[in-house]
């Protein structure tokens, strides 16, 4: 079971101001499923396309809700994310690879690919090259809608036209 509470500081549209979301499902990786609901109550039942006006960008939120998000099978990996994707004190910031140490015996390579597959905008160096090697960033506090994939593509370290560049052997060969 997945359940995703939304509390909205004001009502949209002068028709609600919370959504309760209980997704009845055995698979913990179905959680995406339950934001596309999300989204697509907001798309049809007020002029917001999904979530994202309401929360702002990741860089320069202004977020109109809060969220509460959790499943049944809180061992799982996923599980952990998604209480850690309700703390806005977590999401929009760059942590190290450790902070998840209570998720155990994970890839944590593996379990970015799978999380960005399913819709979160989690970014790390092979993603953004801003973002230091060992550390990882959550942007924001739901799953882009399925019908929406727009986050930066996969790109091995050593296989950037520019980002693999190492700034320190550019400048040591300029001043020689």
């Given at each position: 079971?997945?359940?995703?509470?939304?509390?909205?500081?004001?009502?949209?549209s002068?028709?609600?101001?919370?959504?309760?979301?209980?997704?009845?499902?055995?698979?913990?990786?179905?959680?995406?499923?339950?934001?596309?609901f999300?989204?697509?109550?907001?798309?049809?039942?007020?002029?917001?396309?999904?979530?994202?006006?309401?929360?702002?960008?990741?860089?320069?939120?202004?977020?109109?809700f809060?969220?509460?998000?959790?499943s049944?099978?809180?061992e799982?990996?996923?599980?952990?994310?998604?209480?850690?994707m309700?703390?806005?004190?977590?999401?929009?910031?760059?942590?190290?690879?450790?902070?998840?140490s209570?998720?155990?015996?994970?890839?944590?390579?593996?379990?970015?690919?799978?999380?960005?597959?399913?819709?979160?905008?989690?970014?790390?160096?092979?993603?953004?090259?801003?973002?230091?090697?060992?550390?990882f960033?959550?942007?924001?506090?739901?799953c882009?809608?399925?019908?929406?994939?727009?986050y930066?593509?996969?790109?091995?370290?050593?296989?950037?036209?520019t980002?693999?560049?190492?700034?320190?052997?550019?400048?040591?060969?300029?001043?020689?």
């Amino acid at each position: 079971m997945i359940n995703i509470n939304l509390f909205f500081n004001d009502f949209i549209s002068q028709k609600f101001n919370k959504i309760c979301c209980e997704l009845q499902t055995d698979d913990i990786l179905d959680f995406n499923i339950a934001w596309d609901f999300i989204h697509d109550l907001i798309n049809y039942s007020c002029s917001y396309e999904n979530l994202q006006p309401l929360y702002g960008h990741f860089t320069e939120p202004y977020p109109k809700f809060t969220v509460d998000a959790y499943s049944n099978q809180n061992e799982h990996a996923i599980s952990f994310i998604m209480k850690k994707m309700s703390d806005y004190s977590f999401i929009g910031k760059t942590h190290r690879y450790e902070e998840l140490s209570e998720i155990n015996d994970i890839n944590f390579i593996e379990l970015v690919k799978l999380l960005r597959d399913k819709g979160v905008d989690i970014r790390i160096h092979e993603t953004n090259r801003t973002i230091p090697k060992d550390h990882f960033k959550i942007c924001y506090p739901f799953c882009t809608p399925s019908w929406q994939k727009t986050y930066t593509t996969w790109t091995d370290v050593g296989n950037h036209k520019t980002s693999d560049i190492d700034i320190k052997q550019i400048m040591s060969f300029r001043s020689q």
